[in-house]
């Protein structure tokens, strides 16, 4: 568990360089920073998790969780940036192309600070691929599994 005294994780893409390669904005855009990144391999975000987040007012009343299906998107976004700093996909857009394996293993509620890591797997044609996400909070398992991404132009 991080102390005050630790170091914060290093900044290698700021919030302003992650809108420069992903096309979400505010209230979709899921990541706060890249804190590591190998080209071409993975990339790992970090969100700050606060209770101004627009759908804690919904999910759930006096109860804030965070949606799964966030956390997934959260991970995907993560993933774009491994993808967009490709040559070959600069000038497309990443959808979703499938969602396998997915399990979450514990709620996340404000105050947390998820740990986002996006490992791609492979790529075909240009067109497709696969990636391996993985969430954390405090070095503890959120949500892992697989997505597949189609790159459109």
Known sequence: MPTLTDSPPTTVLTVTELQQLLPHRYPFLLVDRIIDYVPEKYAVGLKNVTINEPFFQ???PGRPIMP?????????????VVLMQMNWAKDKLSV???IDKVRFRRPVVPGDQLILRAELLVVKQQRIGKMQGRAEVNGQLVCEGEMM?????
């Open 58 to 60: 919904g999910h759930f």
């Open 68 to 80: 799964g299906v966030l956390i997934v998107e959260a991970l995907a976004q993560v993933g774009g």
């Open 149 to 153: 991404f189609s790159l459109v132009d």
């Open 96 to 98: 979703f192309a499938g």
